[in-house]
């Protein structure tokens, strides 16, 4: 029930793997990490999802802020690879309209 | 009277008991035979109930517990979580649920709200008591074709 936040930096681009569960709990060290990244001018931040099996509202909060960040910094954030169950938190909500959401766990170079 | 059993817990209303009721949930509901969907849907549905819980108690400065009652029927599982903190508006929280809207702007988004919104989607009967704090009663039946009459769907689903 802990979450993993593995940081791969790049140039002007910063991957950030998740692993475990996005819950009230580990949310907040989750925000401090990707509005640290949100912030930086320009910055690309993409979020790989793949080992997260389970994201509840307070995940989507999260990245709403973080996306709100985006807005305000002209950086951006991609999320990928992102399992069906945690897929579907976004659909429900409506919110997979709003983010800008890749699936496929493997294929493409993106 | 209809037979059942019931199982209660209490936590301490912190966020790190969140994933705790959430690995006793999935627990019951797999013992009951839920699908695997299904135990997906009440996992995410009772994190938000506690979630809530956890955030009120934490707003009002309060150390309290969350208590979560399972009630397991034959068809059916019912789960209560009440937080014994003080009042709530009701009408203030239903009024900030529901999905995101195209017209929204980014901006504009709120970054909460969504768990009640959640809730209701994952589950088939939701009702919310706000008396002597707050008292969440969900329930979810075990296949879709013994939902009321009222419901729209029919399925098929064993």
């Known amino acids: 029930m802990d979450l993993a936040i593995d940081v791969i930096d790049e140039n002007k681009k910063t991957i950030v793997k998740l692993s475990g569960e996005i819950d009230a709990y580990t949310a907040p060290q989750l925000k401090e990490k990707l509005l640290q990244l949100t912030k930086i001018e320009e910055h690309k931040t993409i979020v790989d999802l793949e080992n997260v099996g389970y994201m509840d509202s307070t995940g989507l909060g999260i990245f709403i802020s973080a996306l709100k960040s985006t807005k305000e910094n002209n950086s951006s954030i991609r999320l990928v690879n992102l399992q069906d169950r945690v897929l579907r938190v976004f659909q429900i909500t409506g919110l997979d309209e709003i983010f800008t959401i890749h699936t496929a766990i493997r294929g493409g170079n993106e | ?158």
């Open chain 2, 1 to 158: 009277m209809e037979n059942f059993d019931f199982i209660e817990m209490k936590v301490p209303a912190k966020a790190e008991y969140v994933g705790i009721v959430r690995l006793s949930i999935s627990g019951i509901a797999s013992r009951i035979g839920f699908t695997y969907e299904d135990i997906e849907d009440l996992k995410v549905a009772v994190s938000e109930a506690i979630t809530n819980a956890v955030d009120h108690a934490y707003h009002e400065d309060d150390d309290g517990e969350v208590s979560v009652g399972y009630g397991v029927y034959e068809d059916r599982l019912e789960i209560m979580v009440a937080d014994h903190g003080g009042s709530f508006d009701l009408n203030e929280v239903k009024g900030g649920i529901g999905p995101y809207q195209g017209s929204e702007s980014v901006e504009d988004l709120r970054e909460g709200g969504f768990g009640l919104f959640l809730i209701e989607a994952l589950m088939d009967r939701v009702e919310i008591n706000n008396n002597d704090g707050v008292v969440v009663l969900m329930t979810k039946y075990l296949h879709e074709t013994e939902v009321g009459l009222d419901d729209d769907q029919i399925s098929t689903t064993q």
